[in-house]
């Protein structure tokens, strides 16, 4: 055992000096949110290491900040020790990293910040941000559902119920507000009952829909700010005895792709993780590379329903 | 039957001060949105308090011996965890088993960590609502857990299947709330937990095992755990690596809403299963009512704080008992 942990020190050793040597080569720092909370963050950690080693010229130092933001901003002081060439930042609190962030933009490392956006405030300490554009995807949400309306020839009577992400998440905030302007605009007949958040708890959201069952005789759609929501309201409906209707969600989940597998849940966005952690490296990359980058950079996040699903692989979470 | 007097009023209503409470609140929200009493609503409210009822049965053992129980939450999460990988695994049948003994295992962790090393079991529990959350992520790898195939196991008999037309859930939390009920009001092991909560000193000259009674407790406490974690695995068949974060708390609440004393000695199960169901029929009311969710984290503590005043209130015998 001690001889194999030594034969690996020495190769990881080994690779690091190699790392170092190659000539031109990028010191990237990432400190993640909280890996291994969920399979999204476990999937963008994997996928992120894969796309720096697979890349000659980069040297990753990779942390997590275990949903801690004392301990974000300790290693966002560790990596400007270290003199990384940038940082990616992937924000415990949009707020309380701030500070942080431009402490490293005052030391001349260009900051990236990945996921989920920071604050206003801090803005003008950051080089760019890379992530999916929430408000977008609520919007998007909105025209699935209001074109399934429309197939369905309902779209000047139908009713919806809304559930959103933990109140106070920026995602949450961002994704109802996409899909609540937009829907007026694609679908101005249709009628938003209720909403209620589910805090992107699967359990809570089934309580959540039981109650709107009671209290709504009618109810054509559900709006779920992400797929693990949209599932728990669907089994809600379907312990009702309720069927007919139309689900849509967001963040299309695995239990959310075989929902609509089976037929009973309409549509999703699909938001990959890998796609998420390789655009965050391709911004850093552009950036130190000099390349003009925009502040928003946003990857695509596409829709899926029963459709086109066949066109996406089955999600990893 | 004895004549109604003033005074058996009076006793009546402090003793009984929670459940007029509660009917209170019931007509409150009857009131404001009649299908509040529809029978589909009641039976789904109290369905869905079963997992959280579950857990508050074993929590008022541990309370009343005078210790506290802060894991119940994410060792909730770890029961759930577990029993959906072992069924893709093992299969149902050594599923449960392994997952009971497993979460066991922890109740016992605690009970001897609590009982016979004299740790104090505040500190003690919150260690482990951290440490059993690390345990459950380690397990997992981080990952949601999904029953693969959902439609041909009979695992989901337990969160969902009914028997007489009552959903399982609440036929497994009613029972076993008798059964404990009875344990405890009942059975020497009942009368030594209050006498162990109520004074200690005095229980050890009774000569009572202190320690034991304490581990007892906590193993009775992981095994509600448990059962809990087996009716939400059944009923969602999958499940997120939090899903009982936050759940301690309210267990919590559901014990001292049914008048159970933090410094140990007093509660009984039919008043923490009262406890119970004020949380979820506020829940679902305020739902109903259709209030705004911002403010619903508001009432909801309001109503408890009035409810646990009323309570005391009642006891006592005036509104006002200031601390002197």
């Known amino acids: ?317 | 039957m004895p004549a109604i007097t003033k005074a058996s009023l009076g006793r009546f209503i402090a003793r009984q001060g929670i459940l007029i409470a509660f009917v209170l609140f019931m007509v409150g929200f009857t009131l404001a949105n009649e299908r509040f009493l529809a029978p589909e609503n009641i039976m789904g409210v109290v369905r869905s308090s079963a997992i959280l009822g579950v857990m508050a049965l074993g929590v008022t053992f541990v309370v009343i011996s005078g210790n506290l129980d802060l894991s119940v939450g994410s060792m909730m999460s770890f029961s759930t965890i577990v029993v959906l990988d072992l069924h893709d695994k093992l299969g149902p049948g050594l599923a449960i088993p392994a997952m009971f003994a497993m979460t066991l295992c922890l109740g016992a962790l605690i009970g001897f960590l609590v009982g016979y090393l004299k740790l104090n079991s505040l500190i003690v529990t919150l260690g482990m609502l951290s440490a059993i959350h690390g345990l459950t992520l380690t397990y997992s790898g981080g990952k949601n857990m999904d029953i693969a195939d959902k439609e041909g196991t009979w695992f989901s008999i337990f969160g969902q299947g009914e028997a007489l037309g009552i959903p399982v859930p609440i036929l497994i939390f009613l029972g076993l709330a008798a059964f404990l009920g009875i344990v405890l009001a009942k059975t020497p092991f009942g009368r030594k937990i209050y006498a162990v909560g109520g004074n200690g000193v005095a229980a050890t000259f009774s000569g009572i095992r202190r320690a034991r009674v304490v581990f007892s407790c906590y193993l009775v406490s992981s095994f509600c755990v448990a059962t809990a974690g087996l009716l939400q695995a059944s009923r969602s068949l999958g499940s997120q690596n939090t899903v009982g974060q936050g759940l301690e708390l309210e267990v919590l609440a559901a014990v001292i809403l049914g008048g159970a004393s933090l410094l140990g000695g007093s509660g009984t199960v039919f008043k923490t299963v009262i406890g119970v169901l004020i949380l979820g029929f506020i829940q679902n009311g305020l739902l109903l009512v259709g209030l705004q969710f911002y403010a619903q984290y508001v009432v909801t503590w309001v109503i408890i704080i009035l409810a646990v005043w009323l309570d005391i209130a009642a006891k006592r015998g005036k509104l006002l008992s200031p601390i002197a």
């Open chain 1, 1 to 317: 055992m001690t001889r194999f942990t030594l034969a690996a020190t020495t190769a990881v050793a080994a690779f690091a000096i190699a790392g170092a040597a190659s000539a031109g080569s990028y010191k990237i720092g990432i400190t993640q949110n909280n890996v291994g909370v969920d399979s999204y963050q476990t999937t963008y950690e994997k996928a992120f290491i894969a796309a720096s080693d697979a890349n000659a010229d980069v040297e990753a130092v990779v942390l997590d900040a275990g949903g801690d933001v004392a301990r974000q901003i300790a290693q966002m002081e560790d990596l400007i020790q270290q003199e990384v060439d940038a940082i990616i930042i992937w924000p415990t609190n949009g707020e309380a990293v701030i500070p942080a962030v431009r402490k490293a933009h005052k030391a001349g490392i260009p900051v990236i910040v990945t996921n989920s956006n920071i604050a206003e405030a801090g803005f003008p300490f950051v080089k760019s941000f890379s992530g999916p554009d929430n408000i977008t995807q609520g919007s998007r949400s909105a025209e699935i559902m209001c074109d399934k309306f429309k197939a369905m020839g309902i779209e000047n009577e139908a009713k919806v119920a809304h559930i959103t992400g933990q109140p106070g998440y920026t995602t949450a905030i961002e994704r109802a507000k996409g899909f609540e302007d937009r829907l007026p605009e694609v679908c101005p007949n249709v009628t938003v009952l209720d909403t209620q958040p589910g805090d992107w708890n699967r359990e809570k959201s089934q309580k959540v829909m039981e109650a709107f069952l009671v209290k709504y005789d009618d109810i054509d759609g559900v709006y779920a700010g992400d797929d693990n929501m949209g599932v728990g309201a669907l089994n809600a409906a379907k312990a009702a005895g309720r069927e007919g209707i139309i689900f849509v969600g967001a963040t299309n989940f695995a239990v959310g792709y075989e929902a609509m597998e089976r037929g009973e849940y309409w549509g999703s966005i699909y938001q990959s993780p890998v796609d998420d952690a390789e655009a965050a490296l391709k911004t850093a990359l552009d950036v130190l590379s000099g390349k003009d980058v925009p502040f928003l950079n946003y990857f695509d996040t596409p829709k899926i329903t029963q459709d086109n699903q066949g066109d996406f692989t089955k999600p990893v979470f």
